[in-house]
């Protein structure tokens, strides 16, 4: 087997989502049997994420991979013939990065995963240097002309063996509820940013004919109401990144945020409802409009998750109703599954970029 050690530095700047996918890479590479060491501005967050993680250690090794605090790359020096993923434009401590030179090691910079086609073109160039080592843009994405999407070998068999047990015991078990909800009822992920139209998004649901559980990992929303009619509000423990897929896998529509919740959501195979980062200028709406182009979803459900991220609550209300009745709603479900089935045949993000890094050493 092809050995290349790895460095990988994380700066944490989206909430959870950079440590998220960094430390999911990190492992990811590691399962497939390299050096990882993973060097992060902000142990606290990757913490939250990874409880057994001692953010007052100096260094530790979890999961086969070696997590240290971003200063003491000032001091390493850079892996002799490996990789340094610089993930996200984060630029590398000055006096690590001019240490690369002359340790034939090869520079990587992960991108953010972006539905437009632009990336397609992009991907894998090589971007001169300074310090004469080889730098390469890497970018995630939606098609095989892309990186491909995170994923290990056994996610999609573990969602199905989860799907054959009963879900309101996952759920008690996952999250502490003292009781599990009824067996009809729709059970929603609540995982937004604090400007989501919760408003329009709890009077819609509390609407409709069924019982509605909605599951609010952490605190409750400040703007979110109470329980009202259909609608029961259930805060829930934040789960660690491991698990998860399982409570995703235990909803039948998620609202999610970031980059990572939104892969992990898609291989779950249910509804979901993206909200996107801001950026100035609203140039996120650009890639997200990028992204509902690949995802077809029936219109109804387009509409919504635009809506959720202009932050209009009536619009909610009203986009939201139309995608959870028939028969929009069996049509979102199952071009939910159609998807998931289409990304799977699709590279794994860590397996690609392993197999990209030994390609250009054995041209090098």
Request: aromatic content about 8%.
């Amino acid at each position: 087997m092809n050995i290349l050690p790895f460095d990988l530095f994380c700066r944490v700047v989206d909430n959870f989502g950079d440590a998220g996918v960094c430390w999911r890479l990190a492992r990811r590479l590691a399962a497939l049997g390299q050096p990882v060491r993973l060097w992060i501005d902000r142990p606290e967050v990757l913490a939250r994420l990874l409880p057994a993680l001692d953010v007052q250690a100096g260094e530790q090794v979890l999961d086969g991979v070696r997590i240290a605090p971003w200063h003491r790359a000032e001091q390493a020096m850079p892996p002799r013939g490996g990789v340094v993923v610089e993930a996200f434009a984060c630029d590398l401590p000055p006096a690590y990065e001019a240490a690369m030179a002359g340790r034939d090691c090869l520079w990587i910079n992960l991108e953010y995963l972006s539905a437009e086609s632009w990336v397609e073109g992009c991907h894998g160039l090589p971007s001169p240097q300074a310090n004469g080592v080889s730098k390469f843009f890497f970018f995630p994405g939606f098609t095989p002309s892309t990186g491909g999407l995170l994923r290990e070998p056994d996610l999609l068999a573990r969602h199905a063996d989860a799907r054959a047990q009963d879900r309101g015991a996952r759920l008690q078990a996952l999250t502490g509820l003292p009781a599990a909800p009824p067996s009809d009822a729709l059970c929603v992920l609540l995982f937004c940013y604090p400007d989501a139209p919760l408003a329009g998004l709890c009077a819609a649901l509390a609407d409709l004919e069924r019982p509605v559980w909605m599951l609010v990992p952490g605190d409750r929303p400040a703007a979110a109401p109470r329980d009202r009619d259909s609608l029961r509000i259930r805060p829930i423990p934040f789960v660690p990144q491991s698990r998860f897929d399982e409570l995703l896998g235990c909803c039948d529509l998620n609202f999610i945020r970031g980059e990572d919740s939104l892969v992990r959501a898609l291989w779950a195979g249910a509804p979901l409802v993206w909200q996107i980062y801001r950026q100035a200028e609203d140039i996120h709406l650009d890639k997200l409009e990028a992204w509902l182009d690949r995802a077809r979803w029936p219109a109804p459900a387009t509409e919504l998750t635009r809506d959720w991220n202009r932050s209009d609550d009536d619009a909610v209300s009203r986009s939201l109703a139309a995608a959870l009745r028939e028969p929009v709603w069996s049509d979102w479900r199952a071009r939910s599954l159609a998807w998931r089935d289409e990304l799977a045949h699709l590279a794994d993000l860590g397996q690609d970029l392993l197999d990209f890094c030994l390609r250009m050493h054995q041209t090098r």
